[in-house]
């Protein structure tokens, strides 16, 4: 009984340090900015995927309007990822996957949505896949 309250604790407190480490939107894009451009696209597309979470989250509570701004943010983030990783010629592939995953997780969002909520999103989806393709392009296209 000892050992399992002993663990229970620390387990408790791993979880509260992991809890108060986490970083904001806000201070990973600051982080971002500051970052050399071979650095940029990770940080990126984890801002990306955390409002790619919040506008899923969003949307299921009817916050259409600040559904919308994340999904804007989606692409925002995901634009700056691709443009970093093709001025720096690094992690090329990784924002290509991680974009296209997002492609895909916000057309299947968009199945979820009413009707007149699903163009916007739409949008985001088509321009994902702009960003994905043209990667694609950069890392196979000719001349390489």
Known sequence: MWRFSTIAVLL????????????TVQ????????A???DRPPLYIEIAERQLKSADD???????D???A???DVV?????????A???NKKLKNTELAVRRMSRRLRDLKHTLNYEDQAPVQTAVDRLQTLADDLLSHMFGKGK
């Open 12 to 23: 408790a407190a791993s979880l509260a340090a992991f809890a108060s480490k986490e970083v």
């Open 66 to 68: 600040e559904a919308r």
């Open 70 to 72: 994340a999904v804007q």
């Open 86 to 88: 093709i001025q720096s």
């Open 27 to 34: 201070e990973l894009a600051a982080r971002a900015e500051a």
């Open 76 to 84: 925002g983030y995901s634009s700056k990822a691709h443009d970093a």
């Open 36 to 38: 050399s451009p071979g």
């Open 58 to 64: 969003l949307y299921t509570a009817g916050k259409v």
